[in-house]
């Protein structure tokens, strides 16, 4: 099944402890992103990746790290999280540049204490 | 880069009646707009999209219509149904520059009444 997956699902954590969000896909997709999801925010960009080795910062990069090693992997870091960085995160991904449609993941409920 | 307003942010409907939600965009440029459904707690799903090279699209009870001149496009609900209540987020994408991946505006959350 064509999918991408995000663990942990919920996450409560203290401020300072760094994390790691995974995303997967196995669509062999070439662009993956992540966002955040705020109430009244919409969804804002994070970072994003046109393919393996190749990531920029999105609308919102302040906080977080990603690295894109593998295609099917894009895991999002926060090396000192605060309690702003509490959120719903999605990843996503689409085949390529020249494909329209995102994939969502599950999504992921970061808490920061 | 570009920027995207979406109004409402809230909209009530009784069962049957029509919807309509519209954003509008800053960058002459995008040339792709989709639309998201995100029911509670879960995922945003694309239920509808437009390139610039056409006016509307039509999808059963969904539609969706561009005004490049304008810069803003709309999605039309009609004949709703209380399975229809969600956030729709609507969406631009530059056709250049940028990451190439949508521009989001803030949302709306559709309530539909029985």
């Known amino acids: 099944e064509a999918q991408v997956t995000q663990n942990p699902r919920y996450l409560i954590t203290v401020t300072g402890k760094k994390l790691t969000v995974t995303c997967s896909q196995n669509?062999?997709?070439?662009?993956m992103s992540w966002y955040r999801q705020d109430p009244g925010l919409g969804l804002r960009q994070i970072y994003y990746s046109m393919n393996v080795e190749v990531t920029d910062k999105g609308d919102v990069p302040e906080g977080y790290k990603v690295s894109r090693k593998e295609k099917r992997n894009f895991p999002l870091i926060l090396e000192s999280p605060s309690p702003n960085q509490t959120s719903l995160y999605f990843c996503?991904?689409?085949?390529?540049?020249?494909?329209?449609?995102?994939?969502f993941g599950p999504g992921t409920r970061l808490t920061v204490t | 880069g570009e920027n995207v307003e979406q109004h409402p942010s809230t909209l009530s409907v009784q069962e049957g009646d029509s919807a309509v939600i519209k954003c509008t965009y800053s960058?002459?440029?995008?040339?792709?707009f989709p639309w998201y459904k995100q029911e509670l707690g879960k995922r945003p799903q694309l239920i509808i999209d437009?390139?610039?090279?056409?006016g509307e699209k039509k999808d059963q009870r969904i539609a969706v219509t561009l005004n490049k001149t304008a810069k803003h496009f709309s999605l039309h609900i009609t004949e709703t149904q209380p399975e229809d209540s969600a956030v729709y987020f609507c969406?631009?994408?530059?056709?250049?520059?940028?990451?190439?991946?949508?521009?989001f505006g803030r949302g709306t959350s559709l309530i539909v009444h029985p």
């Open positions: 960058d002459s440029a995008s040339n792709y």
């Open positions: 969406a631009a994408r530059a056709a250049s520059g940028g990451s190439y991946i949508p521009t």
């Open positions: 996503a991904s689409s085949l390529n540049r020249g494909t329209y449609e995102q994939y």
């Open positions: 669509m062999n997709h070439e662009y």
């Open positions: 437009i390139r610039s090279n056409v």
